[in-house]
């Protein structure tokens, strides 16, 4: 059973910074690939990062890329998201999610097998 466990979210200003990070519950990252997605309110489930088990693929939406950064700590068994220069428009629940490494870069929801229950990040303008 793969169970993760997001934390950093929170409140803060536009312009601000923060920094997630989903860990795994009784168990290693190992052979794992880790990805971050984030909901708005009314909105679908949308990627926002991605990176595998050697951190040598990382892969970012669009809307993000130059303003967060994902990172791995395979001994402290962590991939973390440090998000700057945040905006109204990053509010969301955020979640990591993983699955098995794979050689293809899935950035779907449905790519992933084991969800976290998300952490809540609300940037006030």
């Known amino acids: 059973q793969v169970q993760l466990v997001e934390s950093g979210g929170g409140l803060v200003q536009a312009g601000g910074s923060l920094r997630l990070s989903c860990a795994r519950s009784g168990g290693t990252f190992s052979g794992y690939a880790v990805g971050w997605f984030r909901q708005a309110p009314g909105k679908e489930r949308e990627f926002v990062a991605r990176?595998?088990?050697?951190?040598?693929?990382?892969d970012y939406a669009s809307s993000v890329k130059g303003r967060f950064t994902i990172s791995r700590d395979n001994a402290k068994n962590t991939v973390n998201l440090q998000m700057n220069s945040l905006n109204p428009e990053d509010t969301a629940l955020y979640y990591c999610?993983?699955?098995?490494?794979?050689?293809?870069?899935?950035?779907?929801?449905?790519?992933?097998?084991?969800w976290g229950q998300g952490t809540q990040v609300t940037v006030s303008s």
């Open positions: 990176i595998n088990w050697s951190a040598d693929i990382i």
């Open positions: 999610a993983a699955r098995p490494t794979t050689t293809g870069r899935p950035i779907r929801p449905q790519d992933y097998y084991y």
